[in-house]
C-alpha cells in the first residue's frame, strides 16, 4: 500500500506531501483542479513512460516519490530481496525528469532501471479509468482469472509441466526427422566420440590440473635455472674448487696467507652446504619431469577438446552425450522416430489426464464464481445482469484443454455474449468493479486505484458503486477520483483537491477533509451549492453511505 506521496514541480503542483491511509479514499474537486494528476503521478511511480509535458514551467525537473509498504506483496519482496535490496517497513521509490528529457528511476535512493521499478511494482497497484477494460475484454486472461479462483494450483502447476515435457518431445522429434545426415556424417561423430573418450576425462580433474599448472608455473623458472646450477656444479665446478681447496691448504705459509686458506675453506664447505639446501629445495617441488612433460601434455590435450568441444568438461562430456545421440538418431533412424513416438503418446496420456482433472475442477468452480459475480452485480444496481463462464474443448495448450469466456447479459431476455459486444460505458464499469472485488484478493494487489468509472451514473446506482469500493477496500487500498456525492459519502477519507491562481500562476493543492468539511463538500457536489437544506440533506447521505 501507498503511505505517503510526495510531488514536486509535477504539472500544477508545486510542492504536495500527502499522507495516504489503508481502507477506501475520495477525491473530489472541480474539473481541471488536478484530480487525474495524482492519478499520472502515481503511474508514473509504477514506471510509466515520463514525459517532459509533467515538469512544471519554469522547473528544471520535476519529482514524483511514493513511500509504499510492500509486506503483504510476496512479489515485490521476492524481486526486492534478488536485487539485493533490505526488506524495510518502508520502501521510496522515485522518479525524476528533467527538462532535457532524461528521467531516473530510484528504489531507496538507489539507482535502479525501469524494469525493475515495474517488476518490483506489478501486483502492487493496479489503476482503473471508465474505459480502462482490458482486464474484462482480454479473452485469453479469462481462463487465468477463474485458474486463480480455484484457489489450489496444483492441478494447474501439473497440467503446464506436463505440456512443457510433451511439448519439449515433439520439438526433439520434428528436429530430429527434419535433419538430413549422410555416412560421412556418422562416421565424422563417431570420431569425435572417440575422441573425447580416450582422454577419459574425469569429474574435477579440470581444477586439479589448473591448481598444478598455477604452481608449475611458480616454480618452472627456479626449477630450470636449479637444473642448470647443478649441471653447471656437477660437470665442471665441483671438482676444480674441491682441487683448489686442497692446494690452497697445502701451502706452507704463515701469517695474512694463513688467513686466506682458512677464508677458502670455509667457503668451500659453506658453498656445498648451499648446493645441498637447494637440491633439498628441487625434491620438495615434486614433480619430475617426467611428470611436468605429463601434466603438460594432459594440459594440451584438454586445451585441444575444449576448443572444439566447449569450455569446460562438463560441457565437452555434454557434447559427448549429444553426438552418441546423433549417431543414435543416424544409425538407427526409423527405430528413434519409433520410440520419439511412443515417448510423445505417453506424455500426452499423462498431459490429457491432468487437463481433464483441472477441466472438471474448473467445470465445478465456475457456477460458483459465476454466482459470486451475479451477487456483486446485484448491489452494483444489474438485476438483470447475467454472468457466466464460458468453459469449451479447445487444442491442447499450457493451459490445459478448455476456452474460458466470460459472457454477459444485461437484460430479460437477451443472449449471453462477450462482454466488449454487450456493456455500455457506464455498465461496464460496474462490471468491472464487481469482477474486482472477486479477483483483487486473489491476485495479490494492494492498491486499486478507479478515476472517475462512475461517470454517467447517479442516485441509487452511485451509492451502490460508493459502498462497493468501501466492501473492497476491506481487503486492500482503495482509491476513487469522483464528481458523485453518493461515491465521496462512502469514503473513509476524503481530499479536496483544488486550484488557485496566485501571481498569474495556476496551482493544485490537495486536502484532507475532518468531519465537517467533508459534509460541506459533500453538499457543494450534490448541489452545487452550500446551504441549509443542502448541508442537511449532505448529512443524511454521509451517515447512510458511511455504513458498510
Do not use: W
Not at 510476496?74 to 522518479?95: I, P, S, W, Y
Amino acid at each position: 500500500m501507498i503511505k505517503h506521496l510526495y510531488i514536486k514541480n509535477f504539472v500544477l503542483i508545486d510542492e504536495l506531501n500527502l499522507d495516504l491511509h489503508d481502507g477506501f479514499s475520495v477525491f473530489t474537486g472541480e474539473t481541471g483542479a488536478g484530480k487525474s494528476i495524482l492519478i499520472d503521478a502515481i503511474s508514473l511511480l509504477g514506471a510509466d513512460r515520463a514525459n517532459t509535458a509533467f515538469i512544471q514551467k519554469g522547473a528544471e525537473k520535476a519529482i514524483v516519490e511514493g513511500t509504499f509498504n510492500l509486506h503483504k506483496n510476496k512479489h515485490a519482496c521476492t524481486v526486492m530481496q534478488e536485487a539485493g535490496f533490505d526488506l524495510n517497513d518502508e520502501t521510496v521509490f522515485t522518479r525524476e525528469i528533467l527538462s532535457n528529457g532524461k528521467s531516473t528511476a530510484r528504489i531507496d535512493h538507489r539507482s535502479v532501471t525501469l524494469s525493475l521499478l515495474k517488476d518490483v511494482l506489478s501486483n502492487e497497484i493496479d489503476i482503473h479509468g471508465q474505459r480502462d477494460t482490458a482486464y474484462l475484454l482480454n479473452t485469453s486472461a479469462h481462463v487465468h482469472l477463474l485458474d486463480e479462483y480455484l484457489k489450489d494450483q496444483k492441478e494447474v502447476q501439473q497440467v503446464q509441466e506436463a505440456f512443457r515435457i510433451m511439448d519439449s518431445l515433439q520439438k526433439e522429434k520434428e528436429k530430429a526427422a527434419a535433419e538430413i545426415y549422410n555416412e560421412n556424417d556418422l562416421e565424422y561423430f563417431t570420431f569425435e566420440i572417440n575422441e573425447i573418450e580416450e582422454a577419459d576425462l574425469k569429474e574435477g580433474e579440470e581444477e586439479e590440473l589448473s591448481a598444478k599448472e598455477k604452481n608449475y608455473q611458480s616454480i618452472k623458472e627456479s626449477y630450470e635455472k636449479l637444473n642448470a646450477i647443478f649441471t653447471m656444479y656437477d660437470d665442471s665446478f665441483s671438482d676444480a674448487f674441491f682441487e683448489m681447496n686442497h692446494l690452497v691448504q697445502g701451502l706452507k705459509v704463515s701469517g695474512n696467507a694463513e688467513t686466506a686458506q682458512n677464508a677458502v675453506n670455509d667457503s668451500y664447505y659453506s658453498f656445498n652446504d648451499a648446493i645441498e639446501q637447494l637440491r633439498s629445495m628441487l625434491d620438495e617441488f615434486d614433480l619430475s619431469e617426467e611428470d611436468i612433460n605429463a601434466m603438460e601434455e594432459r594440459l594440451f590435450l584438454i586445451q585441444k577438446l575444449k576448443r572444439k568441444y566447449g569450455h569446460t568438461l562438463t560441457e565437452i562430456l555434454d557434447k559427448k552425450a549429444e553426438l552418441e545421440k546423433q549417431v543414435q538418431i543416424i544409425a538407427h533412424r526409423k527405430e528413434y522416430l519409433k520410440e520419439m513416438d511412443q515417448k510423445i503418446a505417453a506424455a500426452q496420456k499423462n498431459y490429457d489426464e491432468k487437463a481433464k482433472m483441472l477441466s472438471q475442477l474448473r467445470h465445478k468452480k465456475a457456477p460458483l464464481l459465476d454466482e459470486a459475480i451475479a451477487a456483486n452485480l446485484k448491489d452494483l444496481m444489474l438485476p438483470n445482469a447475467r454472468f457466466h463462464t464460458e468453459i469449451k474443448d479447445s487444442p491442447r495448450s499450457i493451459q490445459g484443454s478448455d476456452h474460458v469466456e466470460f459472457l454477459i447479459s444485461m437484460n430479460p431476455g437477451e443472449d449471453l455474449k462477450s462482454l466488449s459486444k454487450t456493456a455500455s460505458g457506464g455498465e461496464l464499469s460496474r462490471l468491472m468493479l464487481g469482477l474486482k472485488v472477486i479477483f483483487t484478493e486473489l491476485q495479490g494487489i494492494q492498491t486499486v486505484i478507479f478515476d472517475e468509472i462512475d461517470t454517467g451514473v447517479s442516485g441509487p446506482v452511485a451509492s451502490a458503486i460508493g459502498k462497493k469500493m468501501r466492501s473492497l477496500a476491506k481487503t486492500c487500498q482503495v482509491f476513487s477520483v469522483t464528481h458523485l456525492a453518493q461515491v465521496a459519502a462512502a469514503g473513509q477519507d476524503h481530499y479536496s483537491v483544488a486550484k488557485a491562481v496566485s501571481d498569474g500562476r495556476t496551482s493544485t493543492s490537495v486536502t484532507l477533509l475532518n468531519q465537517k468539511q467533508r459534509i460541506q463538500e459533500l453538499a457543494l457536489i450534490a448541489s452545487g451549492s452550500v446551504t441549509d437544506a443542502s448541508i442537511k440533506a449532505a448529512e443524511e447521505l454521509y451517515q447512510r453511505n458511511q455504513k458498510s
